[in-house]
Nanobody, 120 residues
Framework: QVSLVESGGGLVQPGGSLRLSCTAPRLIFSTYTMLEMAWYRQAPGDQRELVATITSDGKTNYADSVKGRFTISRNNSRKTIWLQMNSLKPEDTAVYYC???????????WGQGTQVTVNS
């Protein structure tokens, strides 16, 4: 299990931007580089859905609903990933979760979640 700490959620108007971050402060660098990181989200009454993933060497993948608006990035030396969210829509409202998957052991860990609300 990896301890993941998220921050950056909040209330924003439609069309606005937010940046989420997720750090793994207790993890050593070599272990962090084995992690594929991701952001998921879950709206009330819905299943948790994948938003974006990023491999250790920076390859990214996005859900169709966020392509062109969201950008996932990471800095391995800082053991941190970010999710830059632009042109936010009310349907982006959800709790956003950071996820780490160890590519060596296949174990996964979750952050505590951060609320993003897009509302005028």
């Amino acid at each position: 299990q990896v301890s993941l700490v998220e921050s950056g959620g909040g209330l924003v108007q439609p069309g606005g931007s937010l940046r989420l971050s997720c750090t793994a402060p207790r993890l050593i660098f070599s272990t962090y580089t084995m992690l594929e990181m991701a952001w998921y989200r879950q709206a009330p009454g819905d299943q948790r859905e994948l938003v974006a993933t990023i491999t250790s060497d920076g390859k990214t993948n996005y859900a169709d609903s966020v392509k062109g608006r969201f950008t996932i990035s990471r800095n391995n030396s800082r053991k941190t990933i970010w999710l830059q969210m632009n042109s936010l829509k009310p349907e982006d409202t959800a709790v956003y979760y950071c996820n780490a998957r160890n590519t060596d052991t296949a174990t996964t860990s979750w952050g505590q979640g951060t609320q993003v609300t897009v509302n005028s």
